[in-house]
């Protein structure tokens, strides 16, 4: 709601979104089920937000990249949101300055990181990720075959993120979700109103 009043949406426009956000969007059963895979994303999402926030507020650059890297403490890909922050610089002053104090920011979770993991494994770059036994996971055959970052994966997540329907069932309640997934269409039926939009 903080992050819409601030971007200077209409009264109506910030409360519908905010519950868009909350209760139509995987969002809310992220939160309800608690596992630690969710956990994270909750996480990663409130830094991120938070990040939008001073963006869009004071756009305080060593904040702004602090923020990030919380962010991606809990979910490591969240640091390509830097990329955003970085091109809206260049319509801002102080170009350099910017740029600093954001690497400055973003520095110092990652660097907590690094060290946390060289303390745990012997290595900087070593979250304990690559440690796990992910033979015993469904993942197990793609990871064997082409790794943890395979430009194969692409199409697959594409067609969870457009196409992915849910388990359909013959009896009550005649579906479930998928586990790995399901359409953004599907789960947010409200990004239709973009279309219906002037």
Excluded: C
């Excluded at 938070?50 to 969240?78: C, H, N, P, V, Y």
């Amino acid at each position: 709601f903080i992050l819409f009043s601030r971007m200077g949406l209409k009264k109506k426009e910030k409360f519908f979104l905010t519950a868009l956000f909350g209760f139509g969007t995987v969002f809310f059963s992220a939160t309800i089920l608690g596992t630690i895979w969710f956990f994270a994303h909750l996480v990663a999402t409130l830094f991120m937000v938070l990040s939008l926030i001073e963006f869009f507020g004071k756009k305080r650059a060593f904040l702004m990249g602090f923020l990030i890297g919380l962010a991606a403490l809990s979910r490591q890909a969240t640091v390509l949101g830097s990329i955003f922050f970085l091109i809206m610089f260049f319509g801002q002053k102080n170009l350099k300055k910017n740029f600093l104090l954001y690497g400055l920011g973003l520095i110092l979770p990652l660097s907590f990181q690094a060290i946390f993991n060289f303390i745990r494994f012997g290595n900087f770059f070593e979250s304990g990720y690559l440690l796990q036994n992910w033979y015993s996971s469904y993942q197990a055959a793609d990871i064997a075959r082409y790794g943890f970052f395979n430009p194969a994966y692409i199409p697959r997540h594409l067609s969870l993120i457009f196409l992915k329907m849910p388990v359909f069932l013959k009896q009550f309640p005649f579906f479930k979700p998928d586990p790995e997934g399901m359409a953004i269409w599907l789960t947010t039926p409200a990004f239709f109103l973009l279309f219906l939009t002037p």
